[in-house]
């Protein structure tokens, strides 16, 4: 959980933020996805009627098509289901190699992310490695017409990071 | 001949294709308009009795040399009088325009549809960088608002993942997967119109560039100009014309789950899987009878996800399938991809397997012929959540 965390301080290990991301411009139903994070919380979609969350927000519970649903905080814990290391450069501003990963959260193991697991070393990530989230702010210092997102992004949690790291 | 979904009337009656290459400078309606040329002429027709006319994506769709020409323009250019058209990009894969034909001529909305696809990527990408290539700018849209933060632009990244999985799961390895790129070089170097023509070892393979780990440059396809299209005709409107028939046994259409690269329940399953199921639901044949197998390579996983998909190998069982590669040579069992498919023979985008399966059901291959005089061939194009298949005889 995130709760006590700033941005600031998750970002302070290893991990360096790329010079520049593409950002999402969020719309009514993912307004909460990416808008979450500036109180340290992951916000889901979440049915109230079946009680299950879903990825990516949208007006109606694709499991039992209730629209009681709207976004809920999860615990920020996950798994990664699977990884790539890309190599590629694609973005200017945001040299590979970088790991880009699907995970699936501890609340709701059939919703995975598509996120970036950073502060593992690159021969240390694998299927089941248990993840915790944390948040990046863009832009880092929004200007008066911003509205800054925060981004989800992973690293190893907190209980099997031990003494390597 | 009878039975399936189009109970035997729906027939490929010609097939044709366009000037291939990387950079020819030429427009996508200049391709277009050669490859639709070309297969009205090979199925004895003329543009006259060509009354129907379908393709993927049509308009609407970023450019950059993905859509090379729209129904409209084809028509325009060419003073169709059609009967039936359609574009569309949500439908069965980049063959579902071919499938939608098949209903078309079956009912009677239409005697003869061509159907083709057309790409100008390599021409319309020169110069471009590959974030532009890949996303244009503006605003995050779809699926790529949740993976273009992460740096996940490319279908590469997507389906490494899922690569990843696999082989983890199953212990596919990347020899085994070599299977799949080598045998595509080889056959291309056989396919006088494919775009990588240089042998290619194991070595090779196995030393290349990682573009998204586990996959390879070798395991990408590669871009190109180009169009393929096929005559799609009512078997008894096709009565007294060159060619041999080839039915249409069957089609695969569904999709079962959100379409989604990241949701489905079993992450290394595709679309792939449902199309498959209903490709067999409507018809006797099955997986023992294919004796040709074209099979999209976008990327080489995806060749392995439609192997199983369709029934040649158990789920997770397709690395012993491939290995060595002797299975899916042109002198195995189950020839695949002889054109050196997407991989080797350019990115025709799906068109283009459909497109030699009918080459070969005729026994037109040339040097690359199937040694197995194939009579029955099962194409299968799309990935991730996009996937469409078909199914033809000589029967």
Redesign the interface.
Known sequence: MTDTESPAQASSQAYTR?ER?????P?AE?AAFWSGGRDGRLLISHCRSCGHFF??PGPVC?RCRSTDVGPEPVSGRATV????????????G?PPP?V???VELADEP???????IVDVPLDEVR?GLEVEVFFEQ?PAEPGPDDAP?W?P?FRAAAATVGGAR | MSGGPFDGKAVVTGAGKSQVGRRLGRTGLDLTIEAVTRAIADAGLSVDDIDGIASYPGPGVPDLGFSGATITEVRNALGLRSRWYLSSTETAGQIGPAIEACMAVTLGLANHVVVYRSVWESTAQAGAGRASVLFGGGALSGHLEYTGPFGALSAANWLSMPAQRYMHDFGLTREQLSAIPLNARANAGLNPDAIYRDPLTLDDYLNARMISEPLCLFDCDVPCDGATAVIISRRDAAAGLPRHPLTVESVGTGMFERATWDQRVDVTTMAAHDVAATLWEHTTLGPADVDLAQLYDGFSFLTVIWLEALGFAEHGKVGPFIESGERIALDGPLPLNTSGGQLSGGRLHGMGFLHEACVQLWGEGGERQARNSPEVAAVGVGGGPVGGAMLLSTR
């Open positions: 790329p991301r593409l950002l999402p411009q719309t993912s990825h990516p694709w289901a699977a990884f790539t290391i890309n190599r590629q450069p694609w973005i200017p945001y970088y880009v990963a699907m059939d919703v995975r992310l598509i996120t970036n299927v863009w997102v981004l992004l």
